[in-house]
C-alpha cells in the first residue's frame, strides 16, 4: 500500500498537498494563540468569574431582608409562583436566593444537608421547581466555622460544598464571612472561587465581607462577581442602628467606590428595603433610583407575594431597571453636593446620562444644574424625560431647573442629545 501511495503521489501533486498541510498547521497555531490571547487582551481570566456571568447588575430576590431565618421550602415556592405572577421575573428579576438557616447539619461523609423539618423534600427538588418557573437558584454559605446565624459555615469544606451546591443545581452563592476569626479574607474568598469553578457550573459568586477588607480592590480579579461594601442595610433612610445602617449612610459608603464597578463584578451596597414598610414611597423611590445610578445588583428583600401596587411600581419601573442595567456598566456618581441637595450623573452606553436630583432635606427644594456638570458641552441641547413621572420635559438648552424635589425624594431625568 505505501508504495502504491508514493507511485501516484507525483510531484505537483506532493507540493499541493505539502502546502495544504502547512495552512493547516498555520492555522491551528493562529487558533491555539488566539485562544490563548483574547481574554488576556480584553482583561478576562479563563476563570469562572468571566465565563459571561453578571455582566449586568445581577438582579432577583432574597430572603433575608424581610423574612430573616424563618425560610422554608413553602415559602420558597411561593415566592417562586410570585416572581412570575406579579411580573419581577420578566422585569429581570432572575434569581431567587435562600439567605441564612436553610442549613441542617453534616452527614457522615460531611456533605452539608438541608434542615429536614423546614426542607423535607430537599434542596435538589427545590431548585428544579425554581428552575422550572425560568428562574435561577441561589444560595448562602459562609466562609467560617458558622455561618452568621450559628449553621454550619463552608470553611475546610469549600470544595465539597461547591461540589453539593453544583449537584444541587445552585447558580449563585452569597458567601458571609461571620466567624471566621483571623481568615484572610481575600485567600479565604479565593478558595471557594477556585472551588465554584471547579465544579464547571457557572456559578455568580456574592462576596458579603462587608468592605472590611477592601474587596474592590482585588475581589473583581477573577474571584467575585459582587461584593458587598458596607455593614448590613436596615429599612430606614438615614443613620447607623446597632450594626446597621440607613440608606443614605449606606450610599455616602458606597458612591466614592463607582470606578471599581464593572460587567462581572459590581460594588454591592446590600439588597432592597423596598417594600418592607419601615420607609416612605418618596425614600423608597430615592433608595431604588440610587441603587440604579450605583450600578448596584438589584435584589429585592420584601414579601413578593403579598406586595402593594405602590411597590410593584417602584421595583418594576422598566425605565429605572434599565439605567441599572445599562450595558457599558459605568456606575454615576454624586457630581455636587449642596447641603441637602444633591445632583449625580451616570453615563449610558447609548451616549445618554442619567441624571438623578436627590433631597435629604425636610422641605420640598428644586434643584439647578447645568449641562456641563453631568458631562455634556454647554451648547448642546438635549430632550429629557422624567422616568418617575413617566413624561418628557422637552429640550433642555444650558441647565435645567426643577419643580420641587420632595423632602426625602429624587427626580429621576434621562437626558438624550
Ligand atoms: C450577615 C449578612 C446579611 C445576612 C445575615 C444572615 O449579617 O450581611 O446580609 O446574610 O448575615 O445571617
Redesign the pocket.
Known amino acids: 500500500m505505501p508504495q502504491r501511495r508514493r507511485a501516484v503521489c507525483n510531484r505537483k501533486l506532493c507540493e499541493v498537498t505539502l502546502s495544504k498541510y502547512r495552512s493547516v498547521v498555520m492555522l491551528c497555531m493562529f487558533l491555539v494563540t488566539f485562544s490563548w490571547l483574547s481574554p488576556r487582551a480584553f482583561g478576562q481570566s479563563a476563570s469562572g468569574v468571566d465565563a459571561g456571568l453578571a455582566r449586568t447588575p445581577p438582579m432577583g430576590w432574597n430572603s ?1 431582608n424581610h423574612f430573616g ?1 424563618n425560610v422554608n421550602e413553602q415559602l420558597i415556592r411561593d415566592t417562586a409562583d410570585a416572581l412570575v405572577s406579579t411580573g419581577m421575573r420578566d422585569a429581570g428579576y432572575q434569581f431567587l436566593v435562600i ?3 436553610w442549613h441542617g447539619e453534616r452527614d457522615a461523609h460531611g456533605d452539608i444537608q438541608p434542615d429536614g423539618k423546614r426542607f423535607p423534600s430537599g434542596i435538589k427538588a427545590l431548585a428544579d421547581y425554581v428552575h422550572g418557573k425560568g428562574l435561577k437558584f441561589g444560595i ?1 454559605s459562609d466562609a467560617g466555622a458558622k ?3 450559628g449553621r454550619p459555615g463552608s470553611r475546610g469544606y469549600e470544595f465539597q460544598d461547591a461540589a453539593q451546591y453544583a449537584a444541587w443545581g445552585v447558580d449563585y452563592l ?1 458567601y ?1 464571612w ?1 466567624n471566621t476569626g483571623t481568615q484572610n479574607a481575600q485567600a479565604s474568598y479565593a478558595t471557594m472561587r477556585e472551588a465554584l469553578n471547579h465544579t464547571g457550573r457557572p456559578i455568580v459568586f456574592s462576596l ?1 465581607e ?1 468592605g472590611t477588607a477592601k474587596p474592590w480592590l482585588w475581589a473583581g480579579e477573577g474571584i467575585g462577581n459582587l461584593w ?1 461594601t458596607t ?2 442595610i436596615t429599612d430606614k433612610w438615614d443613620g447607623k442602628h446597632g ?1 446597621s445602617l440607613g440608606v443614605m449612610t449606606i450610599v455616602d459608603q458606597n458612591e466614592p467606590l463607582y470606578s471599581y464597578a464593572g460587567p462581572g463584578h459590581w460594588n454591592d451596597p ?2 432592597l428595603e423596598v417594600g418592607n414598610g419601615g420607609m416612605t414611597a418618596d425614600e423608597y423611590r430615592a433608595h431604588f433610583s440610587l441603587w440604579a445610578m450605583m450600578a448596584a445588583p438589584l435584589i429585592a428583600g420584601n414579601d413578593v407575594a403579598h406586595m402593594s401596587a405602590e411597590t410593584r411600581s417602584i421595583l418594576m419601573n422598566k425605565e429605572v431597571v434599565a439605567i441599572d442595567q445599562d450595558r457599558m456598566g459605568h456606575a454615576g456618581r454624586r457630581v455636587r453636593r449642596e447641603g441637602d441637595l444633591e445632583v449625580w450623573s451616570r453615563d449610558l452606553a447609548d451616549g445618554s446620562r442619567a441624571v438623578l436630583l436627590l433631597n435629604r432635606g425636610t422641605a420640598p427644594a428644586s434643584i439647578r444644574f447645568s449641562l456641563a456638570e453631568v458631562g455634556y458641552p454647554d451648547t448642546l441641547t438635549v430632550r429629557a424625560r422624567d422616568l418617575w413621572a413617566g413624561r418628557e420635559l422637552g429640550p433642555v438648552h444650558g441647565s435645567f431647573n426643577s419643580s420641587p424635589v420632595a423632602s426625602h425624594g429624587v427626580t429621576l431625568l434621562l437626558l438624550r442629545p
Open positions: 433575608w431565618c439567605d441564612d438557616c448562602y455561618t452568621c446565624a452569597k458571609d461571620c458579603c462587608w458587598r455593614g448590613d450594626y446590600d439588597m
